[in-house]
């Protein structure tokens, strides 16, 4: 049964952080110096803060159910 709960959050926790914005992707211009903004300390809002929000409650239950997995 646990299992069964750990994979289905695993594979909502891939999906969720696949739909995230990608300023990870943009990284690789630092050294170019082509994108000022990676750095800036800007606001989520709307659907990136559900998004965001979403992603750190499925991390939770998977850590969590994890853990008890690895006790039982």
Do not use: H, P, W, Y
Request: hydrophobic share 55%.
């Amino acid at each position: 049964m646990l299992e069964n709960i750990l994979l289905a959050v695993s594979i909502l926790l891939i999906a969720i952080v696949l739909l995230q914005s990608n300023k990870a992707s943009d990284s690789g211009q630092i050294i170019t110096g082509g994108n000022e903004s990676l750095f800036q300390n800007t606001k989520e809002r709307g659907i990136e803060l559900l998004i965001s929000r979403i992603t750190l409650f499925l991390g939770i239950v998977f850590f969590v159910v994890s853990f008890i997995l690895f006790i039982r």
